[in-house]
C-alpha cells in the first residue's frame, strides 16, 4: 500500500530561512511541495522518508534564495494491483460505489465488480444486491459509512497540469465590448480526478459480507 521511491528535485530555500541547518530547511520546503500531492504515474505523496544526497548549492543572479538538487525518499501511497484494502463507503452512484480510506477518496467499485445480481435504488441512491435464499429473495442495501474489503483491480492517472488556452480562442480576436473568458458552462465542467482506483468487491467466500446490511 506505501511505498519508498526515489525523488530527485531541486529545492528553492529563501533567504530568511538560512539560518536553520540545511537539511530541516530542505525536507520542510519538500513537504509543501509534495506532501498530499499526486504525483503523475507515482502515486499520492505522504510525507519524507529521507534525503539521500545533498549537491552543491547555487545562488543565481537577482535571487537572493539558494538552489541546491536533492536525492530522496518519499514515502508514497501506491497500492499494487490485486492487493485488498480496507475503506467505507463514501457514497452511490450510478457509476458505482464510492469508497474511502480516510485519507484517499478517488477509489471506484464498478457496478459490474459488485456482487451480483445488483441494482441502484433511485430513490435511496444505494445499490443493493438481489441475494436469493431457500425463502425467496432478499435486498442487501450498501450503506454510506459501512466498512468493506476490495481488491484493487486497476489504477487511472490522469495529467492535470494546467494547460493553454484552446488554439480557437488565439485565432479568433475579442470583438469589443465582448468578455475574451470562456462561456460558465465550458468552465464549469467536472474536475478529475488525478488519480483514481478501480476495485472489486472481496469475494463472499472470503467471510468479507458483514457491511451488507438488510
Given at each position: 500500500?506505501?511505498?519508498?521511491?526515489?525523488?530527485?528535485?531541486?529545492?528553492?530555500?529563501?533567504?530568511?530561512?538560512?539560518?536553520?541547518?540545511?537539511?530541516?530547511?530542505?525536507?520542510?520546503?519538500?513537504?509543501?511541495?509534495?506532501?498530499?500531492?499526486?504525483?503523475?504515474?507515482?502515486?499520492?505523496?505522504?510525507?519524507?522518508?529521507?534525503?539521500?544526497?545533498?549537491?552543491?548549492?547555487?545562488?543565481?543572479?537577482?535571487?537572493?534564495a539558494s538552489h541546491t538538487k536533492v536525492h530522496f525518499r518519499y514515502v508514497v501511497f501506491h497500492p499494487f494491483l490485486d492487493e485488498?484494502?480496507?475503506?467505507?463507503?463514501?457514497?452511490?452512484?450510478?457509476?458505482?460505489?464510492?469508497?474511502?480510506?480516510?485519507?484517499?477518496?478517488?477509489?471506484?467499485?464498478?457496478?459490474?465488480?459488485?456482487?451480483?445480481?445488483?441494482?441502484?435504488?433511485?430513490?435511496?441512491?444505494?445499490?443493493?444486491?438481489?441475494?436469493?435464499?431457500?425463502?425467496?429473495?432478499?435486498?442487501?442495501?450498501?450503506?454510506?459509512?459501512?466498512?468493506?474489503r476490495f481488491r484493487v483491480t486497476d489504477e487511472v492517472f490522469v495529467d492535470t497540469s494546467p494547460t493553454g488556452p484552446a488554439a480557437?480562442?488565439?485565432?479568433?480576436?475579442?470583438?469589443?465590448?465582448?468578455?475574451?473568458?470562456?462561456?460558465?458552462?465550458?468552465?464549469?465542467?467536472?474536475?478529475?480526478?488525478?488519480?483514481?482506483?478501480?476495485?472489486?468487491?472481496?469475494?463472499?467466500?472470503?467471510?468479507?459480507?458483514?457491511?451488507w446490511n438488510s
Open positions: 500500500m506505501f511505498v519508498l521511491v526515489e525523488m530527485v528535485d531541486t529545492v528553492r530555500i529563501p533567504p530568511w530561512n538560512f539560518q536553520r541547518k540545511l537539511n530541516e530547511a530542505i525536507a520542510e520546503e519538500l513537504n509543501k511541495k509534495l506532501a498530499n500531492k499526486v504525483v503523475y504515474n507515482v502515486g499520492l505523496c505522504i510525507c519524507l522518508y529521507d534525503i539521500t544526497k545533498l549537491e552543491d548549492s547555487y545562488i543565481f543572479p537577482g535571487d537572493g485488498i484494502l480496507v475503506g467505507k463507503i463514501k457514497y452511490c452512484s450510478q457509476e458505482g460505489v464510492h469508497v474511502t480510506m480516510g485519507f484517499f477518496d478517488d477509489i471506484l467499485i464498478p457496478p459490474e465488480s459488485l456482487q451480483q445480481p445488483a441494482k441502484f435504488d433511485e430513490a435511496e441512491q444505494v445499490w443493493l444486491w438481489e441475494y436469493e435464499t431457500d425463502e425467496g429473495a432478499h435486498d442487501l442495501y450498501v450503506d454510506q459509512g459501512e466498512e468493506i480557437a480562442a488565439t485565432d479568433t480576436p475579442a470583438q469589443p465590448g465582448h468578455p475574451t473568458a470562456p462561456p460558465a458552462e465550458d468552465s464549469g465542467a467536472k474536475k478529475e480526478a488525478p488519480y483514481t482506483l478501480i476495485g472489486t468487491i472481496c469475494e463472499p467466500g472470503l467471510g468479507l459480507l458483514s457491511w
